[in-house]
């Protein structure tokens, strides 16, 4: 069974041959793995631990990614710090106040990325039989956050409904015409399309249920109406307590979600596996803030195969870390999370 074949079947909720396995780490824990093993790249590092997914990506060729001062930015032009996209240092539509500061803003465009090594890439992962994942991230609240300032964007969606709605419409705009054109260019290339964005938190919701489906459902709804126009799965990236907007992305359409954050507020994997069976793939769950970081490898062997025997005799579940995995994490307790799900993961 090729690794395509593996993942639809888990995404159908059918048995496939064993558990398929997805990875993500920040760029430190990649190079780590890779030096410790002796190999050249991210990919050869995915082989080895036998991962079933592939990233399609495009290359940015627009403006550089740097502030007048010569700071990096991202797409948005909000300076950044930290490893891989680091986390947001100033806020550059923090002065805010109307519809019209937000449309005035210099939005990115889709024709700043050069599609062609999307296209290679998804192709030859493709052809290679592995899932590929591809679309653009689409964090629209996050990018609106990092742009506005939390407190403040916060503040904006209760007093300034609207102009809070047009932030995360713009952001949505760029990610919305990315990924379709990507959707277009690769048609029976890709299998799913990977957006991400937070709504919770480690104790909770980050918004209200009604505020989240008032003003950033909407703009959720239009990126899975596309993906879904060329008949892709949808996986949804959110980090924190979720359960009181999984029925929502569900009726949605949502297909799969990642990383399921096990110590986060009602988020218990046992209780997820029981309330949500057959109507959403849960993908990740091997705990990164206690587990990994601090257990043994014994802790660790032991979890991943509570994992698996849950779905023995089911589909549904892709295991993987239930965050990032980070540089505090010792790479052996990595090693053999990996080593356990593919020596017990066959059914």
Known sequence: MTSRDRVIKTYNFQIPDRIPLDFCADDPVYNALIERVGLKNQLELMKFFHIDFRWARPKWVGPELKSPDGRRTDYFRIPRKG???????EHPLAYIESIK???????PKPEYYDYDVFVEEAKRFSEEGYAVYGGHWGWFFGAA???????????????????????MEKATDFF?????????????YIDIFFTGDDYGQQKGPLVS???????IKPHIKRLYSLAKGYDLYITQHSCGSITYILDDLIELGLNAIEPVQVRAYDM???????????????????DTQKTLPFGTKE??????????????????FVLGPSQHLLSEIPLENIFTMYETAYENGKI
């Open 176 to 188: 919305y015409e990315c990924s379709k054109i990507m959707f277009e260019k690769v048609k029976g």
């Open 145 to 167: 956050t990092d742009l506005v300032g939390m407190e403040k964007f916060m503040m904006i969606m209760v007093d300034k409904p609207n102009v809070a709605f047009k932030v």
């Open 209 to 215: 249920l009604s505020m989240w489906r008032k003003i």
């Open 268 to 286: 218990d994997f046992e209780s997820l596996v029981r309330r949500y069976e057959g109507r959403v793939v849960l993908q990740g769950s091997v």
């Open 101 to 107: 500061d937000v449309e005035n803003y210099n939005w």
């Open 299 to 316: 802790d660790v062997r032991e979890e991943v195969i509570s994992r698996i025997e849950l779905f023995k005799n089911r589909g549904g």
């Open 83 to 89: 490893v891989d996209f680091g986390y947001a240092v």
